[in-house]
């Protein structure tokens, strides 16, 4: 699969995010391209501040991997650029690759904000390609937030 196809799956995994969930999609892929996990951010909808897609998703992917909890080889696609928890936990959990959409320079931490992905203090730097369906992938986030200030449209 190319980078496009990965994030037109998160894209996808987006648009099952909740009414008052940013829409925000990620999956998980093995090294054959195989869809191990698909998340949409849930924090309203489940009331918890860590469930960000990307952190929903390699949950998943961890049960069904097959190998606890590392993650190695596998490509996480997301739409938005990660936070600090979500890139923490990608190191953390070894992902090999991150492909994600839309730059988030508020909070990214994958390059915008800060890079903790490619910090060399840490033991794992996964690969990481951002811009991937850049304006697809801002567009769902603006509609959402125009929807928000203005639920009468």
């Given at each position: 699969m190319r980078d496009e196809d990965y994030i037109r799956a998160a894209l996808a995994a987006a648009k099952l995010a909740g009414e008052r969930d940013v829409p925000v999609g990620a999956v998980v892929f093995d090294s054959n391209g195989r869809e191990l996990a698909r998340a949409a951010n849930a924090r309203d909808?489940?009331?918890?501040?860590?469930?960000?897609?990307?952190?929903?998703?390699?949950?998943?992917?961890?049960?069904?991997h097959g190998?606890?909890?590392?993650?190695?080889?596998?490509?996480?696609?997301v739409t938005l650029e990660p936070c600090t928890m979500c890139a923490g936990a990608l190191v953390l959990a070894r992902v090999g690759r991150v492909v994600f959409g839309a730059w988030e320079p508020k909070t990214g931490a994958v390059g915008s904000l800060w890079d903790v992905v490619r910090d060399r203090r840490l033991n794992h730097r996964p690969e990481v390609r951002g811009?991937?369906?850049e304006a697809e992938c801002a567009q769902l986030l603006?509609?959402?937030?125009?929807?928000q200030r203005h639920p009468e449209s």
């Open positions: 909808a489940l009331g918890d501040p860590t469930a960000h897609a990307e952190i929903l998703a390699l949950r998943e992917a961890a049960r069904v190998d606890g909890w590392h993650l190695d080889g596998v490509t996480l696609a811009g991937v369906l603006e509609d959402f937030f125009a929807r």
